[in-house]
T-cell receptor
Framework: GENVEQHPSTLSVQEGDSAVIKCTYS??????FPWYKQELGKRPQLIID?????GEKKDQRIAVTLNKTAKHFSLHITETQPEDSAVYFC?????????FGAGTRLTVKP | DGGITQSPKYLFRKEGQNVTLSCEQN?????MYWYRQDPGQGLRLIYY???????QKGDIAEGYSVSREKKESFPLTVTSAQKNPTAFYLC????????????FGNGTRLTVT
């Protein structure tokens, strides 16, 4: 089955700096790669996603890149704000199910 | 997401008892999923169902059972065979199985003592 690895596990940045989280996946059949943000005690919320026929996607301060050949994808957050502090999960989906990375705890210091 | 309801929010049980977690969705989604989340860890797939009356094991199905008798409902039973059942359980649904996001419920925190 699919195996998703995510790095780093924790990330601390100063407000206004950029944050980058990286994931790799193992199953070449995976064709959809969402990113979720989870605040403490709450459900994961979709923040951005990318499909396998696209190399990059941007939505305001967040962007995701996908390298299908290398089987890795990354989340980029620019101009970070304290409210960006949360746990971020990457995921990979084939036509059946979705597997998640272990998560990155992002802390943005004011 | 108001379309997926998990109940109760907190659940306490004694060791050795089976317990059923409820998950209902009114999004008309075909696929439904159960994940387990432990502190500091990611989401691990327990079971998923793509259509009514059909479901598949995920990575950690041992000690759990599910049913999918109705499109809207996908209850999860944590049996006494599950060795470490205390965790945060998340139910999710999606409109399809290809290239679509999961929508999560608010979760049930189960504590077994």
């Amino acid at each position: 089955g699919e195996n998703v690895e995510q790095h780093p596990s924790t990330l601390s940045v100063q407000e206004g700096d950029s944050a980058v989280i990286k994931c790799t996946y193992s199953d070449s059949a995976s064709n959809y790669f969402p990113w979720y943000k989870q605040e403490l005690g709450k459900r994961p919320q979709l923040i951005i996603d990318i499909r396998s026929n696209v190399g990059e996607k941007k939505d305001q301060r967040i962007a995701v890149t996908l390298n299908k050949t290398a089987k890795h994808f990354s989340l980029h957050i620019t101009e970070t704000q304290p409210e960006d502090s949360a746990v971020y999960f990457c995921a990979a989906r084939d036509n059946n199910d979705m597997r998640f990375g272990a998560g990155t705890r992002l802390t943005v210091k004011p | 997401d108001g379309g997926i309801t998990q109940s109760p929010k907190y659940l306490f049980r004694k060791e050795g008892q089976n317990v059923t977690l409820s998950c209902e969705q009114n999004l008309n989604h075909d696929a439904m999923y159960w994940y387990r989340q432990d502190p500091g860890q990611g989401l691990r797939l327990i079971y998923y169902s793509q259509i009514v009356n059909d479901f598949q094991k995920g990575d950690i199905a041992e000690g759990y059972s599910v049913s999918r008798e109705k499109k809207e409902s996908f209850p999860l039973t944590v049996t006494s065979a599950q060795k470490n059942p205390t965790a945060f359980y998340l139910c999710a649904s999606s409109s399809g199985t290809a290239k679509t996001p999961l929508h999560f419920g608010n979760g049930t925190r189960l504590t077994v003592t």
